[in-house]
């Protein structure tokens, strides 16, 4: 039986990670980033804080997100975060982590689960209102939180007045493209 040679692909099935210009605004996927999950185990918060420091491994509090090098952080719920970092240089990023946080932490590939988009305008936040019960305008850079858009399980940060980054189910990225693109198609 021959070795089939596999190759990375976006979530769209294309060698190539789609980007969208609509007016000012770019909507890009990203396909140089891997992603893990790291939850605090019971009664280990405080390990799991020591080892992420020592790390280099930002653990932001609620509704924040720190972008930082090699790795970034969003906060997800009480004790989990989500951990970024270039994909190039942490393709096995759940495996890194495991090493460096010990079992202070339960650590889970999530790469492949999701999609990332990064937007960009002037102004993101008329695009934005029209999908998401989040006040874009009014919220801090740093920003991150959950919510839905087109009746989809997102990720939302806001990393400066213009900038955004969004995380949906890989499965269901057509659809969250289509919401973004009808979005931003409107407020053209």
Known sequence: MDNPTLK????????????LQIGPCRIAERLDVALASVAARRGRAGDLATA???????LPDPARAVIGDPFSAFWVAPGMWFVEAPFGSHEDIAAGLKTALGDAASVTEQTDAWVRFDLSAPSLAPLLERL?????AAVPAGFASRTVIDHLGCYMIKRAAGEARLYGPRSSARSLL???????????
């Open 8 to 19: 990375p692909c976006s979530a769209f099935g294309l060698e190539a990670p789609t980007v």
């Open 52 to 58: 992420a420091h020592t790390a280099g491994v930002p």
């Open 132 to 136: 998401s019960n989040v006040d874009l």
């Open 178 to 188: 289509h919401a973004l693109d009808v979005a931003a198609t409107s407020v053209v």
